[in-house]
């Protein structure tokens, strides 16, 4: 069978299994994710060999040690992935919700409810985790999902595809409830991108090329961020303390991630206080500073910031610095050259957080907290499925009810329009 | 300058005045509309004037009654759109509204706050009211907009353009926050589509070629329905002199709007007693019937419904009838015909009514009810700039909170993760 026609049936199908997994009950729903639970840890040797397949592949080709890493699939993630889908279990059920009811005047009951969106595409880069994460988010929402891993994971994720695949048919659901696609060929993706009859939404997550061309290419709402140019800027007010404690931990506790710090803003009536501590500690913990003039003037070690530097998603242990005059300095910055991923400001001053809460335009948007704290679970969104900056459906961490939508439903007596 | 120029520079401009708009309380963005609606009462003869203009060469160019009727505006309609901003200024403001707030277990608290979406582009084809209308409603919620009306509407939605304009420049807001496109180069369309760095969201509304043009060549995402196909089932247990008036005023209270009814169902319990008096009336009215070979058994009159009739969008006095045998054909053919616009059922049981509401997918499913309420004004929205039967952030009638999105805002007092 051709490639198309493997996409087409599998797309198709999914469809016809949305119908399905959108009027069960959570119950039913959470008795998959607890199957696959149990059979992620009872089968976790198979997991492992196949893993180990993808990883002598990786290996042979030369990828880095950070790839490689990431791609590994050994007891901990396996037992991570399992804690996953329990966490999801204990999740309330968004399907079903009534958002809002009202009377109108004519007697006509109006109410919202929440339902699933249909079929969700996830295409994604990341590691073997996210194909079990991603299956357990959309199932609990009441959607079917087609999952597009990386090629470099194939066989790992074969192997959890497998597994899924057996959760649903014990528990008596159609298997295209949820399936990974299993060619690696990259047509696949041109196709899926095309289903605009079957499949609902697009999520990509991965790198910015990837993204690109999910979006260039689809005809089909997507859901995503490009990338995370993220700032804390540190007013003249700050507790430069506090200020200390979350630049250090938005840049340095995970660099590689997307609501990592890119770019610290400084006002200049605190600069030469907090740069020199901030510095050394920066410098002792591998991070390499890039500053503009006024802050090499402060931190003359620094290496000079180039205007590439700041719309840079490193994604490393690199900062670019930069000293401002006011605050509407560091929020003309932060529009300029920002991604309305995840911005910050610490302060002590109310007017200060006040106006930059209000008019700094970002997905997430803090006052006195590290940027790292962009995640649906760290905002109490249970889990999230991937972050939006783009405003339409989702703008941030995007949580189960964010993988539904609601319909109108209307109880009359006879109403008819005059 | 050259079409693509204009157009790039109206949008870049709009983006600026985005950011102005955005930041205004209500009491200045209703300032403007009630602005808006006094000169369009003061100018009302230079409108009525250059809606001759548009009405002369419709009227040259040998348009139908029906298309010039649509484009005359006269006091009537001027009255109505003054009228219209007035009952937008009422509405509360959606932006700033506090969705939700909560308090995680490390101290951090959470919200989510509406904002406005940025620039939104209207595309359309229908009356010149409608550019008040759009305008109105995107203003208030925060948004700039820019309207590309149909080029027989070319002098009105200039005339209503420089009454908007004059508003914005009294009440010191950018005139970029809401433009008329003053070309009609079929041109500007492609390139108003391309805008993606500037434009958040496009809403095209007109016929479904217009729609599909707008689909296929946006690289922005678009909020859209393509059409209506508005069924009412008749189930075994109506009370069947509701079910007469509600499926005679669902097709013939206005026949030429997305939410009229375009296929009755009706059980084959009931359709022989159901169907000849409902017949008579929809005769009388002038709607012609289009049956299946059960409805002509109890209708010999009435034509033949062809496979082609099932899918079909009228927009006129023509109805199609199908006997079915149970609910659950009845759902069967509304999943496979309809477009997920509004069905309705009539029906006395409640398990037919909870499960007709669970299990068909519409963005307005009504019982007991007129299909012609799916209307933003009709159900409590207070306005609509138009439906969505797309699932990805509003599905219904969009009213001002669905021309919004949220942000999420976070306080602190010194949070990192760890």
Known sequence: MSVEQTIVDMAREAKEAARVVARLGAREKDAVLEGIARMLLDEASTIKEENEKDLKAAREKGLSEAMIDRLTVGDAVIESMAQGLRDVVKLPDPVGTV?????????????RVRIPLGVIAMIYESRPNATIDAAAL?????NAVILRGGSEAFHSNAALSQIIQRALRENGMPEAAAQVIPV??????NVLLAQEEYVDLIIPRGGEGLIRFVVDNAKIPVLKHYKGVCHVYVDEDADLG??????FNAKAQRAGVCNAMETLLVHEGVAASFLPPMAKRFTEAGVELRGCPKTRDILPDAKEAKEEDWPMEYLDLILAVKVVSSMEEAMDH?????????EAIVTSDLA?????LKEVDASVVLVNASTRFNDGGELGLGAEIGISTSKLHAYGPMGLEELTTTKFVVFGDGQVRT
């Not at 690696?184 to 993706?189: H, I, K, L, S």
């Not at 932060?334 to 995840?342: C, F, L, N, Q, V």
């Not at 200060?352 to 930059?356: E, G, K, P």
Request: net charge positive.
């Open 242 to 247: 506090m200020a200390e404690e979350i630049a």
């Open 352 to 356: 200060c957080a006040r106006r930059f």
């Open 334 to 342: 932060i529009g300029t050259y920002g991604s309305a991923h995840t």
């Open 138 to 142: 959309c199932l609990k929402a009441g």
């Open 184 to 189: 690696t060929d990259r047509a696949a993706v």
């Open 99 to 111: 958002t809002g009811m009202w009377l109108r005047p004519n007697g006509l009951q109006v109410g």
